[in-house]
């Protein structure tokens, strides 16, 4: 059985000419070598196919895979992770993780939020800014937290994104429109524990492995979990497993997020207290990295003695039996079942 690998290569755009931050999100090379090693070491054959270009190229020329395991981000647009996962539908490929609505819908922060509102899970206040006349309608109160919309890997987030003033939040959101080209979400600052739920699984299959939390130290930038917090995160963050009752209200939170939109096989979702200490939904990630040391997913499964090889493992398990569950009727996305 062969299993196709789409990503994007950092090191292909770096040398393309696109600045670290533009590449943020991408994957290194021992990330690919990590994930194919272990594919093979399972016993499938594997063959890299890259991006949503050569994929296509690929596709055009006959190729055909088994099962794809994708983890391509994709580079412009609200639907750039939708990108892979789209083209593979249209082949009647199947591959690994969320369908295009799910990747579309997660990756604009603010219109998760509005869905995770009205599926009653409790997330800050928020609104969106387009341009820079949006600030008049801002009446949150301060300290507020802003980002760009659609970004991932903490791109776009630094100390400065905690927000005390009306004239911080005119200078953050004026760079970040410059910088990004995109909407920035300015929602209620939460000053409470900060953790991420690792998911493994699809619908009432779904379970949360575990949740790590994310510790701040004092030598990093304060408050947050930034950019330059998480690329740097041997210096500046301890991660630490969670099992006291904030924990596992976090886990439940959690898993309300990741079977209410209809995520699939694996990923996170980021939850942090209010000032009441009551968690509240802050991010899903169903794209999660893959990196064996660095990346949060592969970290929580290791801290719960779940190997790396067990977690690629139950990642295509999930795949496949989502895809043979469906052949015969029995697995629907969750906007269907609702």
Same mark, same amino acid.
């Given at each position: 059985?062969?299993?196709?690998?789409?990503?994007?290569?950092?090191?292909?755009?770096?040398?393309?000419?696109?600045?670290?931050?533009?590449? %943020?999100?991408? &994957? /290194?090379? *021992?990330?690919?070598?990590? +994930?194919?090693?272990?594919?093979?070491?399972? #016993?499938? $054959?594997?063959?890299?196919?890259?991006?949503?270009?050569?994929?296509?190229?690929?596709? %055009?020329?006959? &190729? /055909?895979? *088994?099962?794809?395991?994708? +983890?391509?981000?994709?580079?412009?647009?609200? #639907?750039? $992770?939708?990108?892979?996962?789209?083209?593979?539908?249209?082949?009647?490929?199947?591959?690994?993780?969320? &369908?295009?609505?799910?990747?579309?819908?997660?990756?604009?922060?603010?219109?998760?939020?509005?869905?995770?509102?009205?599926?009653?899970?409790?997330?800050?206040?928020?609104?969106?800014?387009?341009?820079?006349?949006?600030?008049?309608?801002?009446?949150?109160?301060?300290?507020?937290?802003?980002?760009?919309?659609?970004?991932?890997?903490?791109?776009?987030?630094?100390?400065?994104?905690?927000?005390?003033?009306?004239?911080?939040?005119?200078?953050?959101?004026?760079?970040?429109?410059?910088?990004?080209?995109?909407?920035?979400?300015?929602?209620?600052?939460?000053?409470?524990?900060?953790?991420?739920?690792?998911?493994?699984?699809?619908?009432?299959?779904?379970?949360?492995?575990?949740?790590?939390?994310?510790?701040?130290?004092?030598?990093?930038?304060?408050?947050?979990?930034?950019?330059?917090?998480?690329?740097?995160?041997?210096?500046?963050?301890?991660?630490?497993?969670?099992?006291?009752?904030?924990?596992?209200?976090?886990?439940?939170?959690?898993?309300?997020?990741?079977?209410?939109?209809?995520?699939?096989?694996?990923?996170?979702?980021?939850?942090?207290?209010?000032?009441?200490?009551?968690?509240?939904?802050?991010?899903?990630?169903?794209?999660?990295?893959?990196?064996?040391?660095?990346?949060?997913?592969?970290?929580?499964?290791?801290?719960?003695?779940?190997?790396?090889?067990?977690?690629?493992?139950?990642?295509?398990?999930?795949?496949?039996?989502?895809?043979?569950?469906?052949?015969?009727?029995?697995?629907?996305?969750?906007?269907?079942?609702?």
């Amino acid at each position: 059985m062969t299993i196709g690998l789409t990503y994007d290569l950092r090191d292909d755009y770096l040398a393309a000419g696109f600045s670290e931050d533009q590449t %943020a999100e991408f &994957d /290194r090379e *021992d990330t690919i070598q990590a +994930i194919e090693q272990t594919l093979q070491d399972l #016993g499938y $054959e594997t063959d890299r196919i890259g991006n949503i270009k050569h994929l296509t190229g690929r596709l %055009a020329a006959g &190729d /055909r895979w *088994d099962m794809v395991l994708n +983890i391509a981000e994709g580079f412009r647009g609200f #639907g750039r $992770e939708a990108q892979v996962p789209a083209l593979l539908d249209a082949y009647e490929i199947p591959y690994t993780f969320s &369908d295009p609505l799910v990747l579309c819908l997660t990756l604009h922060k603010a219109m998760t939020k509005t869905v995770v509102r009205d599926l009653g899970i409790p997330t800050p206040d928020f609104l969106v800014v387009e341009r820079m006349s949006d600030l008049e309608m801002i009446d949150l109160p301060f300290p507020l937290f802003a980002k760009p919309v659609a970004e991932g890997t903490s791109k776009g987030v630094t100390a400065a994104s905690k927000i005390l003033s009306e004239n911080q939040l005119t200078s953050v959101c004026a760079k970040s429109l410059i910088a990004y080209k995109q909407p920035v979400l300015v929602e209620a600052f939460l000053p409470g524990r900060e953790f991420t739920v690792g998911i493994l699984g699809t619908g009432k299959e779904a379970t949360a492995i575990g949740v790590m939390e994310v510790i701040v130290l004092d030598n990093a930038e304060p408050d947050v979990y930034s950019y330059q917090n998480k690329e740097r995160c041997e210096e500046f963050v301890e991660y630490r497993l969670a099992n006291d009752a904030m924990a596992e209200k976090a886990k439940e939170i959690a898993l309300a997020v990741w079977r209410g939109i209809g995520c699939r096989d694996a990923g996170r979702v980021d939850i942090r207290a209010d000032a009441d200490g009551i968690p509240n939904f802050m991010e899903v990630n169903p794209l999660a990295g893959l990196h064996p040391q660095h990346s949060d997913l592969p970290i929580i499964a290791n801290m719960v003695g779940l190997t790396y090889k067990s977690l690629l493992e139950a990642i295509l398990d999930s795949a496949f039996a989502r895809i043979q569950g469906s052949e015969h009727g029995e697995v629907l996305p969750a906007y269907v079942r609702r």
